[in-house]
């Protein structure tokens, strides 16, 4: 009896052993199937060392599990076989798949960053805006919240462009994105909302437009272009939820109308703009 279920203890550890050398052959043929295209460089090194640990974990059970059958000395079968050849392997393994997948991280936090800013002045895009409008604007209904947009334009744009080209239009628009992103607090998202027209979100109630106007003013940053300087100036103007309108369309197209009402006047009261 006792016999017996020493030879049923064997026959388990030799299925066990076998289990997991069919699961690491198994694992190294898809790996090797995934691997057939070129991949990128950290990829193709990542691959390449989870191949290599499963070419050691499997010369590593081998050996083991022919020890269960033939006479492999004990130095062989447990401290090469197991000891180092399978660890090694299984270090490789587990080293080379954390390696992908922070790499594989990165990669699409960088993605996503790409898919929600603006390329030329790295502020958020219309899409990325939106999206935190409609979360702000949830929870401004279930909270009591007042959240408001600005809708800020950059004056002159065209006749800057027209005389000095559109790689100092570029400049110009950086030079008033950082302007705005320095005259709003943390928490606030600032947008290019499409050519020369930025918005900004205000998840709590935002600033006075007086104070906003004085805060942009303190920060935008003349041009100089060609050895010529070229002041900026930005239109800006606030709508707030719920006084103006109870969706950020309807705020937007308030914000719209009195900045543009804003840029007129002042460009009539300065008989055009500067440049």
């Not at 702000?136 to 334009?153: C, E, M, N, Q, Y």
């Not at 559109?166 to 320095?182: F, P, T």
């Not at 309807?250 to 007129?264: C, G, H, N, S, T």
Request: glycine share 8%.
């Amino acid at each position: 009896m006792a016999l017996e279920r020493i030879q049923v203890v064997d026959w388990l550890r030799v299925a066990c052993k076998a289990s997991k050398l069919v699961i690491y052959l198994a694992s190294m043929i898809w790996l090797a199937w995934f691997s057939r295209r070129p991949r990128p460089g950290c990829q193709g090194t990542m691959l390449a060392g989870m191949m290599t640990g499963l070419a050691l974990a499997l010369t590593g059970l081998s050996v083991d599990l022919l020890g269960e059958f033939f006479a492999i000395p004990y130095i062989v079968k447990r401290v090469v076989g197991e000891l180092i050849l399978f660890n090694l392997g299984t270090f490789l393994i587990a080293w080379s798949a954390a390696t992908m997948l922070t790499e594989l991280a990165r990669a699409s936090c960088r993605y996503q960053h790409e898919a929600e800013r603006d390329p030329l002045t790295s502020l958020y895009n219309r899409r990325a805006f939106f999206s935190a409008a409609e979360r702000a604007f949830a929870k401004a209904r279930s909270s009591g919240r007042i959240p408001a947009v600005a809708v800020l334009d950059l004056d002159g744009m065209k006749a800057i462009n027209d005389t000095f080209g559109h790689q100092c239009g570029d400049e110009a628009l950086k030079q008033a994105a950082r302007a705005i992103q320095k005259s709003v607090r943390e928490g606030n998202v600032v947008a290019r909302y499409g050519g020369d027209e930025f918005v900004v979100l205000f998840p709590s109630k935002g600033p006075r437009e007086e104070t906003l106007r004085s805060r942009l003013d303190k920060h935008l940053k003349a041009v100089c272009f060609s050895g010529e300087e070229i002041p900026l100036s930005l239109s800006v103007r606030l709508a707030r939820f719920p006084a103006d309108g109870e969706s950020v369309d309807a705020l937007l197209a308030v914000a719209d109308a009195r900045m543009y009402a804003d840029k007129e006047a002042k460009k009539n009261s300065k008989g055009g703009y500067r440049v």
